[in-house]
Nanobody, 125 residues
Framework: QVQLVESGGGLVQAGGSLRLSCAAS????????MGWFRQAPGKEREFVAA????????FYEDSVKGRFTISRDNAKNTVYLQMNSLKPEDTAVYYC??????????????????WGQGTQVTVSS
């Protein structure tokens, strides 16, 4: 059974930084693409960033390009999201997710079959 546990959320002022972590267990972590998503109050869940199984390719939503960096450590079964220059509009619950199958398209939300419980990120102005 796949388990994903996020940590690192919190309250930060605009312009600040946070680093989210997601520890995975239950199957071979290094075989699967990983992604980060977020959901703000009253809005639908949206894609933030993704990384392929090897870490060689990353993909970002336009509004976070140049500010957020996704990375992974396959030896630690962990994926990270470094968030810099945070803005109030980044306030949301952030979720990490793992694709259902090794051949899944990491750019599509529908490819992700396993989700963490989420961690709250609040950016004050």
């Amino acid at each position: 059974q796949v388990q994903l546990v996020e940590s690192g959320g919190g309250l930060v002022q605009a312009g600040g930084s946070l680093r989210l972590s997601c520890a995975a267990s239950g199957r071979t972590f290094s075989s699967y693409h990983m992604g980060w998503f977020r959901q703000a109050p009253g809005k639908e869940r949206e894609f933030v960033a993704a990384i392929t199984w090897s870490g060689s390719i990353t993909f970002y939503e336009d509004s976070v390009k140049g500010r957020f960096t996704i990375s992974r450590d396959n030896a630690k079964n962990t994926v990270y999201l470094q968030m810099n220059s945070l803005k109030p509009e980044d306030t949301a619950v952030y979720y990490c997710a793992q694709v259902l199958n090794y051949y899944s398209d990491y750019r599509r939300m529908s490819s992700y079959g396993y989700w963490g419980q989420g961690t709250q990120v609040t950016v004050s102005s």
